[in-house]
Structure formats: structure tokens, C-alpha cells
């Protein structure tokens, strides 16, 4: 199989602000809603009403294998980056495990060597909770996988940029969580070297076979634009890099509990919550306005431009996974929470190559689409998410929003997996590899990129 990618040509796309803003992670705006051991024992029903779900309950409702020879990540390498990292990771690591039953991890943490930037926002609360999620949820899915957490010195772009390079360096072929962005353009955008430094990164990545993951926000199609100026669609950077597995959300069809039905999947919908306390998220999702689509998309998106997300996955605050943060159980919910399951499965698929000899996935996404270009893979590996709007606040909202859909559609990209058929599926294929190129070349400031696709094998 071959895919010739003529061109990654990026448009010249100045910010409107002349200072970068730090990178804001994906669990940021949504409630922690803390529960007790004797709660966390009643999941999904945890407190109040409230629905939260356990590893086995993820596991069920989107089919993960299990049984003799069902992978477990064994031999993969999961690299997450997350500012600050959190003084409380091992015992939280360990209390999660000991509640679900999980061995310990093979968990490295590597604090970033080469400091770019002094200060950052100082919001050690969100980071902490994110780096908690990623790491027990990487783990929960991927069990035996290796994990890596690389612990940036603040939330200041370069500095998170520098801990994913550093940490990649030691793992060039791993499969790297970015839960964490801000919006292409704009007042909260970063600058557009900073974007080039990180696309140019990705590209080395995809180069050594390895995977990057990201989320696509929680302030649905406006991103962050209604704090900022006048709301406007708007993707989310880095999730917007056609270098990068951009990961949507959905919730429960019906609300709140549709999605865990009695150990097997329910039913979904595009996530768009408010919650008692006001409290609000919505599914990222948008036409970007600096990236053209990657042929992979076209004739699938029906967009000119780079289509985010391109996958989704649950993430409801009630309906949210249960984590351990700081001595204490709770229920996280935001795309930031699909961003290190889909990993977790991505690693699931390169543990069955391995067993074939075959090379990692690489850059994934072409495999995605190329899978729901056919009407029965597409059937079989991907739900559908055909109801609900990302407007954040909702449909009425007057914020930018847009519907589901049959197919893809902006609020959820191609759906949520089938996990033993989708890899199952994927383990099957040849993996793309890029074999000529100049992905390195800026992109936001006016570069043009290409790159051709071979075989791995």
C-alpha cells in the first residue's frame, strides 16, 4: 500500500497577540467530584446521582480483548507530558491499583533537564489532576505497557515542548499523550515558531515509527475564544497538527448512563454538559484555519481544511472516570480523559505487530480513514455518533457549534472504537512509514512540508 502525499502546505498565520500563552491542560474547567472508597465500590452509580466509571466498565463498554493472549501493552512504550507533575503520583498510583486490582506500573519519571522559560501560569492543581489521569489510565488499559512520564518545569510552551523532546529522545518510536492545548490562532494561541518547533517534533516522531496523541479541547467549537474575543470555530494546537491523533468526546445516549449498559456498550452522544455548579464542557472540534486537509481526509471530511478530531471518546464529568489525586478517589471527566485511552489502545494494536513482526503503527491516522472509507470495517470497528451538537452551553447557545452526523462529522470525528475488532483490524495492515520528506520544514510561518507513505514491511 502506498499514499503519496504531495503536500502538508500550511498557510502563514500570524497571532494576534504578540505574547505566547501557556499551554492549558485539557482537565482544566471541570469539576473533581471526590468520592469515598465506599463510593467508589458502588460504580457507576458513585454519589449523589452522579455516574462514574471503573477500569472493567471502560473496558466493557468499548470492547476491550480479554482472555488467554489478549495483548496488554507488553513491550510498548506510552509517553506522557504534563507541566509540574504532581508530589503525590506514587502513592495516588498505587492506591488506584490497589482498588482495581492492577499491578504496579513500570512507571520512569524524567524531570526536564534544560530549563527554557522561568515561569509559567502556576496552576499546580490542574496539571497535578491531569498527570494523575494520564498515567492511571494509560496504565488501567494498557497494563503491562511501559510508561513514561516527562515532567515539564512549568506549563510554558517550550518548556513543554523541551520535555517532550528530551523524553522522546530516549523513546523515539514510543507512542506520545499530549492532553493538553490551546487555540490555533488568536490571543490564546501560542506563537507560530512554537507550533513549528512542535510539528517539527511530531515529524521526527512519525520518522521513528512512533504515535502522537492529543486532545481536542473541552470549550467545544469556540475553543477558548469566548474568554478572549469574539467566539469563532476554532481548533485546537496541537490536536490540529495532521501529525497528531486528535481524540473528540462523546456522553451517554441517554444522558447520563447510556454509555455502560449492563457490562456491554449503550448508546452515545456528542459530549455537551452543564453541570449543577455551572460548570461546562463540550467536545472540541473545528475546521482549522492553518492546516489544509491531509489527503488522508479528503473526500472524507468534505473539509479543504485539516478536520479535528478524527476519533473520539467518553468524556463526560458525570460519566467520568474514576482517579486517584492527592489521598482521595474521584470522578475527571473532558477529552483530556480519551486522549491516554486512546494511546493505551494504540499501544493494545502494536503489542499484536509485534507479535507478527511487524513495525509499530507510526502515524496512525491514514490507517483510520482508510478503514472507514470501507462501509463494513467502518461498521465494525467505529460507533457511529450521529446525535448532539459541540456548541458549547449547547445548540442554543449562540456559541459556534456543530452537529453530528452520519459518517464524520466535527464533534466526534470517525466515532469511538470497537477496540478487539478496531485492532484486531489494525494489527492486520501494513503500516505507513514516512520514507521521503521535509516535515521539518515550519509550517505556520509560511514553510511547505511534504512527505511520501511506504509500507513498513
Request: charged letters at 15%; proline letters at 8%.
Amino acid at each position: 500500500m502506498k499514499i503519496g502525499l504531495a503536500a502538508i502546505a500550511v498557510a502563514c498565520v500570524t497571532a494576534a497577540s504578540a505574547a505566547a500563552a501557556p499551554f492549558r491542560p485539557a482537565a482544566q474547567g471541570l469539576p473533581y467530584i471526590q468520592l469515598t472508597a465506599a463510593q467508589v465500590q458502588q460504580a457507576p452509580t458513585c454519589r449523589n446521582g452522579l455516574l462514574c466509571y471503573a477500569p472493567s466498565m471502560m473496558r466493557d463498554a468499548y470492547d476491550f480483548p480479554n482472555g488467554r493472549g489478549a495483548p496488554t501493552g507488553a513491550g510498548q512504550t506510552i509517553v506522557v507530558v504534563d507541566a509540574y507533575g504532581s508530589p503525590f503520583l506514587g502513592a495516588d498510583v498505587a492506591a488506584f491499583d490497589a482498588q482495581f486490582g492492577l499491578a504496579a506500573p513500570d512507571l520512569t519519571v524524567l524531570d526536564q533537564q534544560i530549563l527554557q522559560a522561568p515561569t509559567g501560569s502556576g496552576d499546580f492543581l490542574d496539571w497535578g489532576l491531569e498527570t494523575s489521569l494520564d498515567v492511571e489510565w494509560v496504565h488501567a488499559l494498557a497494563p503491562d505497557a511501559k510508561i513514561v512520564l516527562g515532567v515539564a518545569a512549568n506549563d510554558d510552551t517550550s518548556n513543554l515542548y523541551e520535555a517532550g523532546r528530551e523524553a522522546m529522545e530516549q523513546y523515539p518510536s514510543a507512542i506520545l499523550v499530549q492532553a493538553f492545548g490551546n487555540d490555533e490562532v488568536g490571543p490564546a494561541s501560542i506563537d507560530p515558531a512554537g507550533a513549528d518547533a512542535f510539528d517539527a517534533l511530531y515529524a521526527r516522531i512519525a520518522l521513528h515509527g512512533g504515535t502522537v496523541v492529543a486532545s481536542a479541547g473541552d470549550f467545544g467549537a469556540s475553543n477558548f475564544t469566548p474568554f478572549v474575543g469574539d467566539p469563532t470555530p476554532m481548533a485546537s494546537f496541537p490536536a490540529s497538527s495532521p501529525l497528531v491523533l486528535a481524540v473528540g468526546g462523546t456522553e451517554g445516549n441517554p444522558y447520563p448512563g447510556g454509555l455502560w449498559n449492563k457490562g456491554k456498550y449503550g448508546g452515545e452522544q456528542v459530549w455537551n454538559e452543564v453541570l449543577p455548579n455551572g460548570a461546562a464542557g463540550a467536545s472540541g472540534g473545528a475546521p482549522s484555519v492553518v492546516y489544509p486537509a491531509p489527503p488522508w481526509q479528503l473526500g472524507v471530511t468534505g473539509s479543504p481544511m485539516r478536520a479535528v478530531p478524527d476519533v473520539a471518546y467518553n468524556a463526560a464529568a458525570n460519566g467520568g472516570v474514576i482517579i486517584s489525586f492527592g489521598g482521595t478517589f474521584g470522578a475527571l471527566g473532558g477529552t483530556s480523559a480519551g486522549a491516554p485511552q486512546w494511546a493505551a489502545i494504540l499501544a493494545l494494536a502494536n503489542e499484536l505487530r509485534a507479535r507478527d513482526r511487524s513495525g509499530p503503527l507510526g502515524l496512525v491516522a491514514p490507517q483510520l480513514y482508510l478503514l472507514a472509507r470501507r462501509p463494513s470495517t467502518y461498521r465494525q470497528d467505529f460507533h457511529d455518533i450521529t446525535v448532539g451538537s459541540n456548541a458549547w452551553f449547547g445548540a442554543d447557545s449562540g456559541l459556534p457549534g456543530f452537529s453530528a452526523g452520519l459518517g464524520y462529522d466535527y464533534p466526534t470525528g470517525l466515532g469511538t472504537p470497537d477496540v478487539a475488532r478496531l485492532i484486531k483490524d489494525l494489527a492486520g495492515r501494513d503500516a505507513l512509514s514516512l520514507r521521503l520528506g521535509d516535515l521539518l520544514t515550519p509550517h505556520h510561518g509560511g514553510g511547505h512540508g511534504h512527505a511520501q507513505f511506504a509500507p513498513g514491511r
